[in-house]
């Protein structure tokens, strides 16, 4: 019953509106920081989701996205203070790291779990030089 609660766990920080997920919020807070990591490799157009994307290069360029029966696509890091993007964990962090150095997703580094970088040296190199929260 979590899904049909009145509650919302998450509230958009530009107006208000809550959300019973993170996916929904950050979907939504595109809509105020007009970032549009989605790009058109035919045309100039951007979009906020991956499926606006694949539905636009059907209708307009006749050109359909073909992937195997439970092929997992290609995980796209987004920076959501810019629009950034990248499929590589490791330049996703240090772009963080360097243009956004205060930003909340950075948190996310200090959970190994949320991140799964492809250079294990890389992953315990950064991790081990973030400063670790105190927690009183």
Do not use: I
């Amino acid at each position: 019953m979590k899904c049909h609660s009145d509650v919302k766990r998450y509230l958009c920080t530009f107006c208000a509106k809550g959300f019973n997920d993170t996916f929904d919020l950050k979907r939504h807070t595109r809509t105020h920081t007009g970032v549009r990591p989605y790009k058109c490799n035919l045309c100039e157009k951007s979009f906020t989701q991956r499926c606006s994307l694949e539905s636009h290069c059907l209708k307009v360029h006749g050109v359909q996205h073909q992937y195997a029966y439970k092929e997992r696509r290609t995980k796209m890091y987004v920076c959501e203070e810019c629009g950034h993007t990248t499929n590589e964990p490791e330049v996703h962090y240090m772009h963080l790291k360097e243009k956004h150095p205060y930003s909340p997703a950075l948190l996310k580094f200090y959970d190994k779990r949320h991140f799964k970088f492809n250079n294990a040296a890389f992953a315990n190199n950064l991790l081990g030089s973030l400063p670790m929260p105190v927690h009183n």
